[in-house]
């Protein structure tokens, strides 16, 4: 399944899904369908609500018996969404689209076979009213990365390249004879020839998706726009169909583009949907890391740089249009980010290009199994609580400079909570005569639940991909199955009950305090523990063969020992999975600065990785955080280096501060931070990137500054002499003492000659 789309005709709702076979796309046409929602029976219904009313064998969750409200059209059950909300009449699942109804009805996620008579149309074929059920297959999806260059934010597209499917092709305005270049390169007379030429080229190779970066809030909605400017039908859709960029329709939210038949997919949106971290997703960042090169023009002003070569040399320009779409196809296919994709809607049965939608994922893979339970759901936000549940349990941390500490990890805690304790939104609705006790006198059934057999499956799933190394395919399960907590504790989840959420967390707590009491109990000291996490000290005088050995040891008998007390307490069989993640050789648990106490979630240490080699590991530090100076990040990774290795260190801090000083590190000392509002919104308290940017005269995007004796000024603008002693006092001071406080040294001890000589 590709796209879908829904509009009301005078006949009906009319259906339109466009999906790719083995045989070429095919669109699936459901005319003259009903929008529903349900209604307690013995509710009365307003004058004027306009559906038909049917008695059904379904209740609410509270047991209450339910009629179907059908609809002609999708606009007049949304007008009685109205009515009913002003008359206080509660109405259930009305608030869910006809055509993710449609499909999840029938259990299609992604893959499916449809059975009906298909017809040809104006180049493209068709089903109608064909029957659906749920298959699995991996499609071969065809591409097209896709890049635009422009002349400045509101002026003409200069040119368009695209790269995949086996083609690849750079149209531009210009003539052949004017501009001789080996590239694949289209001229076009003007911006309309331009536009109309890519819309032929593009309907004419036919891909399933299109890639790009910033590709709906940028190259797809300026094309759309420029489209409309001279009159130009945006036909990019199958089927000679016009697409829209939706634009968003509150602060924060993003465009989304609708093109019957094709879809879209963002490198950066999908990059974060997938858990990649960058300090930064420019293309230009994210193509060196990954793939070793970058863009072909790397300009501080590449506006005017663009313009320049347009006018003089616009071989050049083709060749960066068209680098760029390579760049993207290399970085999808490095991270495997289409089958990530692929397998992501497989999963949730959200559309193939949208991102997030956690709850909708959430109510596709719920609301069928729990109709077929006979139930209903309320809308979202039909309810409202006073009460809250907790976050994740971090304990208490013991700092200090550690030899030998283990890290013990619960596998997927709150899915395996979710499972083993049964935990689920009919469980607690109806939960029999032997329940299984939660948290804020909660109950859940032993025999009747859909959450539990859902994770389940999924889990089963995961480890035939671990098995299967389908690295893409685990991940998907991995972030479905942990969004479920976050889903079930939103106010944005028509689920969503404290009873529920705390359920899971408050379980969390116990299960991480009494491993904690249990590890101890051996004589095995937890120094920290975080969410679903124990780190356990064992101390000086082991070998890391009897280390590692140890924590395999300490993970398989805590299974055990949570097994029998499962059994014991509950009489419910353990899911509950502990593993032995990390042994740190060395590992640091520093203070909270200017503190003797112990910080949370910021530790480092070094480990033996995969490859038999000393690995330094970060978390929460100086060296791994974006907004500090890459001369804080490289001096801490490597203070910390001699520390944990036993090696001299007094005599490289000592060098640093003088290159410092020298001048010699300069390249170092630029911060980077992205505005995230407008400069006029800061008042008061204005901080150092907006000062720098407001003197840059920069309107968004990332600042990159330093700090002089002037204040903070824009990297490459600043006429002021560096700041030396702010870098000093406020970036290897802090990074270095955070671990020399435990050796009895400190910064200020190391340099003070050197100091007073500044």
Known sequence: MLTRQWRDTPSGVDLSFWAWTPDGPVRLHYPNQQAVCFVNRHAQLPAGFGCKRKPLALTDLRGEPVDGLYFKQQSQLQRARKTASDNGLLLYESDIKPTDRFLMERFVTAGFSARGEITSRCGYRQLANAALKPATLQ??????????ETDGMRGEVLSIAYCG????????????????????????????????????????????????????????????????????DFQLGRGGETAAILQPQQAGQQRIASIPGRVALDGIDNLRAAFWSFQSFSLNHVAHELLGRGKLIDSRDKIAEIRRLFREQRPILAAYNLED???????????????????????????????????????????????????????????SFDTSSPGGYVMDSQPGLY?????????????????????????MARPGADPVPGFLNARFSRTQSILPEIITDLWRQRDLAKRESNNALSQAVKIIMNSFYGVLGSSGCRFYDPQLASSITRRGHQIITRSRDWLEQQGHPVIYGDTDSLFVLLGPGFAEQQAN?????????????????????????????????????????PTIRGSETGSKKRYAGYVRNSRGEFELRFKGLESVRSD??????????????RVFFNLPYREYVRATLSALKAGELDDKLVYRKRLRRSLDEYR???????????????????????????????????????????????????????????????????????????
């Open 628 to 641: 500090w100076t890459p001369l804080a990040r490289g001096f801490q990774r490597e203070l910390y280096r």
């Open 139 to 148: 499609p071969e999806l065809s591409y097209l990365s896709l890049d635009i």
């Open 684 to 758: 008061h308290n204005i901080p150092q990137h907006v000062q720098a940017a407001r003197k840059a005269k920069k309107v968004g995007g990332w600042i990159n500054y330093l700090i002089t004796v002037n204040g903070p000024e824009p990297a490459g603008h600043n006429p002021s002499a560096i700041d030396y002693q702010h870098y000093i006092d406020r970036q290897l001071a802090p990074a270095a003492d955070g671990i020399l406080h435990f050796i009895g040294d400190s910064f200020e001890g190391i340099t003070a000659d050197q100091m007073n000589l500044f």
């Open 403 to 427: 030899d030998n500490v283990l890290v013990l990890d619960f596998k997927s805690l709150y899915p395996s909570i979710i499972r083993t304790y049964r935990i689920d939104p009919l469980g």
């Open 325 to 383: 779409c390579r760049l993207v196809e290399s970085i999808f296919a490095q991270t495997d980010l289409i089958n990530f994709c692929l397998q992501r809607a497989c999963m949730t049965g959200l559309p193939l290009g949208r991102q997030g939608g956690s709850v909708a994922a959430f109510d596709n893979l719920y609301l069928p199994r729990l109709h077929r339970a006979g139930a209903v759901a309320m809308d979202i936000g039909a309810r």
């Open 165 to 232: 499917a086996g083609v690849e092709a750079v149209l531009m305005q210009g003539e052949a004879e004017a501009w001789p270049s080996a590239l694949p390169v289209t001229w076009y007379a003007d911006e309309e020839a331009l536009l109309r030429g890519f819309l032929h080229e593009f309907a004419r190779i036919d891909p399933d998706l299109i890639l790009g970066w910033n590709l709906v809030n940028f190259d797809l909605d300026y094309l759309a726009w420029r489209c409309r400017r001279l009159h130009i």
């Open 549 to 589: 050995e140890t924590g395999h040891r300490l993970a398989l008998e805590l299974n055990q020992w949570w097994n029998e007390q499962l059994q014991r307490d509950f009489r419910l069989e353990s899911f509950l999975e502990i593993e032995f993640e990390t042994h740190f050789i060395r590992f640091l648990m």
